[in-house]
């Protein structure tokens, strides 16, 4: 196996990663959406980019590349929206939604996928970093400060 093969694997390996681990604390705090979800959101848009921009010789046509990348980043976190939107609920007796993190989650999960898939590591490193904050931390300050209301 080439070098190039290599690091197309590692990317798939770390944007599975990245979706597993989102998904860890979507399944600790028992949302609709798991680990094994988010790490085929996170596969699957990598998979997806990796494809197209990986298409017989489009690097030597930066142009085209570029075309490509765009559609990519359109096309799946558009797309992804609609795996998003079956998680989310309203309850119209108590006028409250459901779900809305956990479908920003998936579509999250999708945006690291894409970058791993572009090997944009920084990005890659501080999206996850942020995103695990979020959802650990924030839902914690929120608990803290909103549980009365």
Known sequence: MDGNALDEILRLLVATGAGTVIGINRELHDKPLGMRTLALVGLGSAIAAMTAIDFRGIGDHPDA?????????????????????????????????????????????????????????????????????????????????????
Do not use: Y
Request: hydrophobic share 60%.
């Open 65 to 149: 590349l570029s075309r490509v990348v765009q559609g990519v980043l359109q096309g799946v976190l558009t797309g992804i929206g609609f795996i998003g939107a079956g998680v989310v609920l309203r309850d119209p007796k108590t006028a409250t939604i459901h779900g809305l993190t956990t479908a920003a989650s998936v579509w999250v999960t999708a945006a690291l996928g894409v970058a791993c898939a572009l090997a944009a590591w920084h990005l890659v490193i501080a999206g996850l970093a942020l995103t695990l904050i979020i959802l650990f931390a924030f839902g914690w300050i929120e608990r803290k400060l909103f549980s009365g209301s």
